[in-house]
């Protein structure tokens, strides 16, 4: 579409300074000295989207951080679209790591350098400058909400209570979240799916105290020997997960979709030197991508136990204690797998210690169909503007409020990421690089006319 | 001997309140931010040393901590005994599990509450005041030296290159150690042996940079299964160590031995109790007593890697590590088994991982003979104030430098402790009770005027 194209060009500066502002804000959702600059933020946010063209904007209050909702309805008849995203952004810390100010964004080398700006501030605003295109070139034939909310870092805890509750305002066809990333821009891909997730954590308590391991070694359980035997049960030689039942719901993925994952460029020496590993290790008979994307893993986030200062301390110690996180498959259930977890750990606790263990939290894993209209959508759009068709490729991470919305709306989800796995979401030095912000908001509009289109 | 429980019974209180103020300084020899500590711990040792009558007292600097040496020579002819102790404690963490500050001693139920306060200070305490009796009284009939180091809780590193060139000041008939514990006030016996040490680090690396669990879960090796499952390969399903050739040189404790070890009172039910524990745990076909005394054994003292922090972080770490030490009996070589555990733990090192170990520090068993002088006169001492034969039985600590000084000084070394297991030796809460304190300082007046004594 000429039109799209010429308008962008023309007004190309204008939005990527528009997104530099919106950086600057320091919307950090887990400390509560950025409350002011949440609302601060969500007023940004609301008044880019009105100068964008919605008709109608409005900030809700939550127990926690406002909610944005932005509409623009051409025809009630006509599809709708929810795009989904997040204006809070995560902690900056460790800060001198940074090589700029997390909140003065600076380019170099053709990347956004600021928190926020792939994650997912740059992102949203993809869609804000996607919108205005269409309205500006009055080019929409279909409808689009806007559901951008302030608590994404810390877990979405007041999200389910907002869309419960505004189920008619946000009632849509699909909704459309780009919060992810795609392979490159030479080999454009949509994420079908992101893992769900089970996460707990394990104490094993030998003696009632720390014993002198001199006095005392040999005569009771060691505490960090009996967990390393129990984390050590839970993998066989070909790197299954051995606890009974955890494989049972998984929803084999089709050769079809394997076929289509294997098609992915991936060259496992250059993972492997990036990572620093002289060989990778996953579970057997599946390729890396199929043990990141449609397999269950079981990996120690965390352990602790005895002495762990400088020197030497001849200790026998008391407790060790562990992290533990499953990220599941379709069909997966959080619930199950976390009490499956917590019983096979009780279960195995030899007589010698005691086990405790309880839940941190969970999500459940989420797909997108690759024949439903959504995806199709998706991936014509991309390949208007990429001249490729993307790849289907299967998330390893894990984003709980998409089983929310699929219950609470009734519609699938689809995501259509820009970002890159190499962007430093989380870390310091959060980039985006400004030729994926051009190429979100070039391609974010071909996604609402051919949605409005397939039938 | 009624001239020293008179002198001793007018000055008990200020024997306490001295020591009390010893046990103020946190001489922790493991941490550098202590090092002016230990210079003010040793030079307190010294002048309580000058006070109870020693005619020559020198700090000795080392490339470490101070080496406090004191002598009181009645006649060069005369029998000489070696008193070795330490000043140096070990940490105190956990501190939130201290009931009083470690480093602010109180008395609660007759016992001394404090770090330090058998291990070894109030041990070595005993000694000065026994001294102090002995010279106060003008009864004593030998010659008395100290050799009070400062680096025991961190192997003795730098004692031996004293000890070796020293060797003329140190020169001794016998050397007498107070850093253990006998059965009860009830039971009184003598450490015939202390278990040597291995001490190593083994350090698990996996990608060269802590990892999104969910983005990279399942295809990289997670460095605490990897180091998990090397600790659980170290022990069988009977609880004997696995490494090969580890206990090629073990020399097998006598039947008689067993039958006398056998013979001392021990309560498997209590000394679970004691500890907590449902069930006891140790290697098959050995008792309690001789799983603690007559075997080697080997023990996780502390485990580390990954988020450890409060709630949940889906991190798979970059790397995990392990303190871990074996504790050995005559005839195993330190030098050998610490080659054995280092070279084990590169050896079932996978190629995902890069595995590195180093040593902490070590030290030889020892076994002191009951046919010896030594033995003898600590026996015929305890009886004197005791009213009971004490019996011989091994201890399953380590003290590394005895080997050391047999080698060096060529006379036999004898441990008459004081202590009680169940004090809290290297634990929160560390305790000596008042009562020991006093008996050891009844006590060791006739090691002295016995070793002088038996032809």
Known sequence: MQVWKDYQEKNKDRFLNELLELLKIPSISAKSEHKDDMQRCAEAVKLRLLEAGADKVEIFPTDGHPVVYAEKIID???????????????PAEPLELWHSGPFEPVI??????????????????????????????????????????????????NLGKFVSSHKELLKADCILISDS??????????????????????????PNRDLHSGVYGGAVANPITILSKMIASCHDENNHITIPGFYDDVLVATDEERKLMAAA???????????????????????????????????LNGIWGGYQGEGAKTVLPSKATAKISARLVPNQSSEKITKMLLDYFKSIAPPYVTVSAFEHHGGEPYITPIDSKAYQAAAKAIESTFNKKPIPVRGGGSIPICALFEKELGVKIVFMGFG???????????????????????????FHKYFAEIK
């Open 76 to 90: 009630a008849t006509k599809p709708t679209v929810l795009v989904y995203g997040h204006y809070d952004v995560q």
């Open 108 to 157: 170099k080398d053709g990347k956004i350098f600021a928190r926020g700006s792939c994650d997912d501030k740059g992102q949203v605003y993809m869609h804000v400058k996607a919108l205005e295109t269409l309205v500006k070139t009055n080019t929409l034939t279909s409808n689009i909400k806007f559901c951008i909310e302030g608590e994404e870092e810390v877990g979405s805890p």
């Open 181 to 206: 990333s795609m392979l490159s821009l030479d080999t454009p891909s949509i994420d079908i799916g992101v893992r769900g997730l089970s996460y707990i954590e394990v104490e094993v308590t030998g």
């Open 420 to 446: 890159l796995d190499s962007d430093n979401l989380h870390s310091p030095n959060e980039k985006f690089n400004v030729e994926n912000f051009y190429k979100g908001i070039e391609t974010i509009p071909y």
């Open 265 to 299: 460029p991936f060259d496992a020496k250059e993972y492997a030197a990036d990572l620093g590993v002289k060989e990778l290790l996953g579970e057997k008979d599946f390729t890396t991508n199929e043990r990141t994307g449609i397999r269950p893993t079981l990996e």
